[in-house]
């Protein structure tokens, strides 16, 4: 019997997660167009509707139905835009751990909002769904991406030499792939004791979601 994550949405002071909808297709279009995250993942340049339309109806939701992970919309809560989205996937129920990745759009950098809406998720993950370990990957030269890992807690692991093609612009303007290094982070429980506090006084959101 397959082990699934319940279809829930988590509410933070500034953020709401939820499911993806139709009504993000175009906003999912133009944040996986930008050219940070079209540099550091793997998803397809360009990246069209039809592409978000078929991750957000079928491949997103059969992430959850059939227990690899779950994807979550990120929403700001006042304004009802889409920040980015945050997906675990990877997940191995026995050993009750899974790895992290989300992307935030380009307006909405700068605000804490990886760390709040990924925190959310990780508290989320060990309270209520008792697991017991996060893990995140990021690319040897995505400084910002490993700056959320420290700011939340996690703890750098080592380097897997030569794991991921990036990409990125060539002289000419145009796009090249080249090979970089993965440094592995992962977070316990007992890794988040302050962290949200501290979070929270430094961005001035709530410490803890709510889920349901």
Not at 92 to 119: F, K, M, N, T
Not at 201 to 207: P, T
Request: charged share 25%; proline share 4%; hydrophobic share 45%.
């Amino acid at each position: 019997m397959t082990t699934t994550f319940p279809d829930i949405s988590i509410s933070t002071e500034r953020l709401v997660l939820r499911a993806l909808e139709e009504p993000d297709v175009p906003a999912l279009t133009e944040m996986m167009n930008d050219e940070l995250v079209t540099s550091w993942t793997a998803l397809p340049h360009p990246y069209t509707e039809a592409d978000a339309r078929a991750w957000l109806t079928e491949e997103a939701p059969a992430e959850r139905t059939e227990g690899r992970g779950i994807v979550l919309a990120v929403n700001e809560f006042l304004t009802q835009r889409l920040v980015g989205f945050v997906q675990l996937r990877h997940t191995d129920w026995r050993v009750r751990s899974a790895e992290a990745v989300y992307v935030i759009a380009p307006w909405a950098r700068g605000e804490g909002y990886a760390c709040e809406a990924v925190l959310a998720v990780a508290q989320w993950l060990f309270h209520d769904q008792k697991f017991e370990r996060l893990e995140l990957r990021t690319a040897a030269d995505n400084t910002a991406a490993q700056q959320v890992a420290q700011k939340i807690g996690c703890i750098s692991e080592g380097v897997l030499r030569g794991a991921w093609i990036a990409r990125g612009k060539d002289e000419h303007g145009g796009w090249g792939e080249f090979r970089t290094d993965l440094i592995v982070w992962s977070l316990l429980p007992e890794d988040l004791e302050g962290v949200a506090d501290q979070l929270a006084e430094a961005g001035g959101y709530a410490s803890y979601p709510d889920w349901n």
